[in-house]
């Protein structure tokens, strides 16, 4: 089975923009993997932030943005606030299972 | 609203089985499947599958098969996560999510609060 990859950890300051990414290690991230990322703050169940690579949900901020970049999937934060320190998950969907990766750490400093 | 509540938390000992329930309100638990999620002690979330509320109809992650049981029961809105033969690597948090969209597999829209399942003799 693959293994999602991310960064362990990101830092970015107040209103700066910070791009993180997910890779297979079965090869590129394509829309046919319907990329997904979450939220996760300390202590809350996670929340879902973007589908299908790009697509937001209802409550995600229009500062969020989902793209696909370089053969990974890409999670860009623009006007980086400090409610937005959290550790971020993608996930990947394979024939019959997804797959999360290890996830980020994001701190705004 | 569309809410999931769980159970409480749980301690158990290796080798033994752990049921966790996932009550579902505000819509239709038949409507829409039900995933679980877990989480381990400072670590990642990791998917362990799916239950099709509407018939029974399961999809297990692989490295759970043989080892996890999802189940329903619709009379009162309720889906459950069973996991046998526990190991200490098994405590975590168990989340259940709903798959609010019938074209996207893993929009997951609400959570459960999660239920603690600690494992130590």
């Known amino acids: 089975q693959a293994v999602v990859t991310q960064e362990p950890s990101l830092t970015v300051s107040p209103g700066g923009t910070v791009t993180l990414t997910c890779g297979s290690t079965?090869?590129?991230?394509?829309?046919?993997?319907?990329p997904y990322w979450f939220q996760q703050k300390p202590g809350q169940a996670p929340r879902t932030l973007i589908y299908?690579?790009?697509n937001k949900h209802s409550w995600t901020p229009a500062r969020f943005s989902g793209s696909l970049l370089g053969g990974k999937a890409a999670l860009t934060l623009s006007g980086a606030q400090p409610e937005d320190e959290a550790d971020y998950y993608c996930?990947?969907?394979?024939?019959?299972?997804?797959?999360f990766g290890g996830g980020t750490k994001l701190t705004v400093l | 609203q569309v809410h999931l509540v769980q159970s409480g938390a749980e301690v158990k000992k290796p080798g033994a089985s752990v049921k966790v329930s996932c009550k579902a309100s505000?819509?239709?638990?038949?409507?829409?499947?039900m995933h679980w999620v877990r989480q381990a002690p400072g670590q990642g979330l990791e998917w362990m599958g799916w239950?099709?509320?509407?018939?029974?109809?399961?999809n297990y992650a692989q490295k759970f098969q043989g080892r996890v049981t999802m189940t329903r029961d619709t009379s009162i809105s309720t889906a459950y996560l069973e996991l046998s033969r526990l190991r200490s690597d098994d405590t975590a948090v168990y989340y259940c999510?709903?798959?609010?969209?019938?074209?996207?597999?893993?929009?997951?829209?609400?959570w459960g609060q999660g239920t603690l399942v600690t494992v130590s003799s």
């Open positions: 299908d690579a790009r």
């Open positions: 079965s090869g590129d991230v394509t829309f046919g993997h319907y």
């Open positions: 996930l990947l969907s394979y024939p019959g299972a997804g797959v």
């Open positions: 505000g819509y239709t638990l038949s409507g829409y499947y």
């Open positions: 239950i099709n509320p509407y018939n029974g109809v399961t």
């Open positions: 999510a709903r798959q609010s969209s019938s074209a996207h597999d893993f929009f997951f829209d609400p």
